[in-house]
């Protein structure tokens, strides 16, 4: 029985994994899809609701998102360049 419950735990465990690095990649593209779209609207002036509107995301997920990523607010990398 042991045994058992310990084999169910290593398979929870590896499928955590899995997830969590297919979140990691995702959440990676979603802010070179980010960075993108501020580069070619560099001349504009942008609201976090106008960027997170036209790239389907909510204000909430693509702040979170792209701050985890890059340890910067979306906004300030605009700023910035």
Same mark, same amino acid.
């Given at each position: 029985?042991?045994?058992?419950?310990? !084999?169910?735990? %290593?398979?929870?465990?590896?499928?955590?994994?899995?997830? +969590?690095? %297919?979140?990691?990649?995702?959440?990676?593209? /979603?802010? *070179?899809?980010?960075?993108?779209?501020? !580069?070619? =609207?560099? +001349?504009?002036? *942008?609201?976090?609701?106008?960027? %997170?509107?036209?790239?389907?995301?909510?204000?909430? !997920?693509? !702040? =979170?998102?792209?701050?985890?990523?890059?340890? /910067? +607010?979306? /906004?300030?990398?605009? /700023?910035?360049?």
């Amino acid at each position: 029985m042991l045994l058992s419950l310990y !084999q169910r735990r %290593a398979e929870e465990r590896r499928g955590y994994r899995i997830h +969590s690095f %297919a979140k990691d990649t995702r959440e990676k593209q /979603i802010v *070179l899809q980010l960075k993108e779209y501020l !580069q070619e =609207r560099i +001349s504009q002036t *942008l609201s976090l609701e106008t960027i %997170a509107e036209e790239n389907g995301y909510s204000v909430s !997920q693509i !702040q =979170r998102i792209f701050k985890k990523e890059t340890s /910067i +607010s979306i /906004i300030d990398y605009f /700023i910035n360049m």
